[in-house]
């Protein structure tokens, strides 16, 4: 019976903090205000880039230490990249301090409104203004219409958002610019001031908009850029201490743009300007010295590769071996080496680690799903991995050529993946230099092994008789 009136004390501290923690949150929210808005959306691509400026003035009396930003729910599954900064500094002393952000939760949110969370470096103070810098990537989110075209057809596409941003604060006056990738927009949805100069559409300025205010457009416009999505990648990246790195890609690559109807002719394809929306090369951007490169898929070697390289970098144009139109998909694997000096290092603390870069290195790609197997060389321990944003991690074995226990494998998975995740990460690990003569020992004793057995069947008789 005595526990009854504890449960009770406690569940009354939960309903008091969290109803704090409601009026805190919802303090804060009436305590800002955006004076000025500016976002610029870049369609240009299928990887959209939305470039978001805002003034935030705390017009309460208290100290205020973050920021929202609201996404619909349908955009925020979208999301692969958001990142944001603060403004210090002005004109030609304007510099950018990176902020974290973090997804969050508000409850009772509007029409399911999903947020991110941005800290400040130091709370506003009241009377104060900040100007933060927001870049967010949106992938899947053009959407083709007509869903199938001809060989001969151009692409065209739909982009739904708001001409009003989506924000849990009052807003003084915004702007949004939508940048097309031609003058070929076929209509567009308009909300007043709406104008339109060459492949910018402008809606706005609007002024004083409440809370949560929203008025849904939409852009049905020409997109014929490659719309390039692998589907799977697997890199597999394998240290050898004998001076060497080795990395294997296996892809799964697709057109997620319209889908391809009717029969493909290769004459049409070559001899007019048919099949816009297709690809046929690739770019794949490697590190500086790289060396034994190949291409290849299932059936074997592919030969339409081309590799440039200089000090800084390494291009490798490739090329399937048939152009990829709306649903289809190939399949193939790119190798290639490394010097092990410039990527493998050592620490103050005498451990070792890898400094590689996350990713994929195909130019202008989604990824949906990413795995990168870091294969260690066998007797490493305690391994960690340091990576940027959020992936998932666990660890695996393999066996390879003279393995007794293995080679312990660091797995990192991320799904939606953009070029803007090309971010080097560390793997650490321990290893003890002895474990580098186990293989050499291996072979030496099995060549022993063999020369003093075939000396002892030379020197004994095994006939019968003398």
């Known amino acids: ?96 301090v990176p902020l974290e952000v973090n997804p969050t939760e508000l409850p009772d949110a509007p029409n399911g409104t999903k947020y991110f969370k941005i800290l400040l470096l130091n709370p506003l103070s009241a009377g104060e203004a900040a100007t933060l810098e ?21 692409q ?36 007043e001031p709406t104008t339109r100069a060459g492949t910018e559409l402008k809606y706005g300025p609007y002024k004083d908009r409440p809370a949560y205010s929203y008025s849904p457009v939409l852009v049905h416009f020409e997109n014929n850029s490659p719309f390039a999505v692998v589907e799977e990648l697997v890199r597999e990246v394998e240290i050898s201490h004998w001076g060497s790195l080795q990395i294997t890609e296996h892809y799964t690559l697709a057109h997620a743009g319209a889908r391809h109807k009717g029969v493909f002719s290769r004459v049409d ?43 800084r970098r390494s291009d490798l144009e490739i090329e399937p071996r048939y152009p990829l139109f709306g649903g289809w998909k190939a399949t193939f694997l790119i190798g290639y080496g490394l010097p092990l000096q410039d990527f493998l290092f050592e620490s103050p603390d005498g451990r070792r680690y890898l400094n590689f870069t996350f990713g994929c290195p195909l130019a202008e790609t989604v990824v949906d799903k990413l795995t990168l197997k870091v294969v260690l060389p066998e007797g490493s321990k305690d391994p960690s991995a340091v990576v940027p ?72 008789d095994f006939s019968i008789s003398k």
């Open 389 to 460: 944003f959020t992936v998932e991690q666990h660890l695996e074995t393999k066996y390879s050529y003279l393995d007794v226990v293995g080679r312990t494998v660091v797995v990192l998975e991320k799904k939606n993946v953009v070029p803007e995740h090309n971010s080097p990460f560390q793997v650490y690990y321990s290893f003890n230099p002895v474990f580098m003569l186990a293989e050499p020992l291996m072979l030496i004793s099995v060549f022993f092994f063999l020369f003093m057995a075939s000396v002892a069947y030379l020197h004994v």
């Open 1 to 96: 019976m005595e526990a009854l009136p504890s449960l009770a004390r406690l569940l009354l501290a939960l309903t008091i903090f969290s109803s704090l923690s409601l009026l805190a949150c919802s303090s804060s929210l009436q305590d800002l205000q955006i004076a000025n808005a500016e976002r610029r959306i870049d369609v240009t691509s299928h990887i959209i880039k939305v470039f978001l400026t805002l003034k935030v003035e705390n017009t309460g009396t208290s100290p205020v230490s973050e920021v929202l930003l609201a996404f619909p729910p349908t955009q925020f599954d979208h999301i692969a990249s958001l990142k944001a900064a603060v403004t210090i500094g002005k004109k030609k002393k304007k510099s950018y």
């Open 156 to 191: 065209l596409v739909y982009y739904r958002d708001s001409a009003i941003i989506l924000s849990p604060y009052y807003i003084k006056q915004q702007t949004t610019f939508i940048r097309t990738p031609s003058t070929k927009v076929e209509s567009f949805t308009r909300v």
């Open 269 to 311: 394809y070559q001899g007019r300007s048919s099949g816009v929306s297709s690809f046929k090369h690739l770019l794949a951007r490697l590190p500086p010295r790289v060396h034994s490169v190949f291409y290849r898929d299932q059936i074997g070697n592919i030969s339409s590769s081309h590799l440039r390289t200089d000090s």
């Open 134 to 154: 927001v870049l967010y990537i949106l992938t899947h989110s053009l959407e083709p219409f007509p869903a199938e075209i001809s060989q001969s057809e151009s």
